[in-house]
């Protein structure tokens, strides 16, 4: 049994230091990172085609410019490429900047989430309400309309009461 101050003995590992957990962690996020350019870069190929299809052969002032930014953007794009390769701090402190901006994004959305749902509640409750007074001005024009049709009736019926020889 390995405890915390002792040596490995024959056929045990060494526990992995707390350096060489960073390191794989760093590898791990980097090469995530290193997708996710990728993954950019394809998607700025696809657009930039989109454009020369677009642009065809009638525009190709603005076909220059978009290949112009697109060249300066791979450009860009490689220089953090090589970084996240080769400086894990740059690593680090992307990572806590991100933390950092989420830290700051999620009680905002949380605080939005909030205000939606009482105003979601407050529409509900209106809408329960104008409900309500919709149902009675229908059994309210429910009831006039059947007095107006009874009406003539029983005017009739009242005249042929009191007046029994005509």
């Not at 992995?16 to 997708?35: I, N, Q, W, Y």
């Not at 454009?51 to 002032?61: F, S, W």
């Not at 009482?118 to 006039?144: P, T, Y």
Request: some cysteine; overall charge negative; charged content about 30%.
């Amino acid at each position: 049994m390995v405890g915390p101050s002792s040596q490995p003995q024959d056929g045990e590992c060494a526990p992995p230091t707390k350096e060489f957990l960073a390191s794989v962690m760093d590898e791990a996020v980097g090469s995530e990172l290193l997708g996710v350019i990728r993954e950019v870069k394809a998607e700025l190929k696809g657009v930039l085609a989109e454009l020369r299809m677009a642009a065809g052969q009638q525009d190709t002032e603005l076909l220059t410019q978009a290949r112009d930014f697109f060249d300066k953007f791979c450009l860009r794009l490689r220089s953090p490429e090589e970084a996240i390769r080769n400086n894990a701090e740059e690593l680090r402190r992307y990572r806590e900047s991100e933390l950092a901006r989420l830290h700051t994004e999620v009680p905002e959305l949380q605080a939005e989430l909030a205000r939606a749902k009482d105003s979601a509640a407050d529409c509900a409750a209106a809408a329960k309400v104008l409900d309500q007074r919709l149902s009675e001005q229908a059994r309210q024009h429910q009831r006039l309309s059947k007095e107006q049709d009874n009406a003539p009736r029983a005017c009739f019926s009242q005249v042929s009461q009191t007046d029994p020889g005509q």
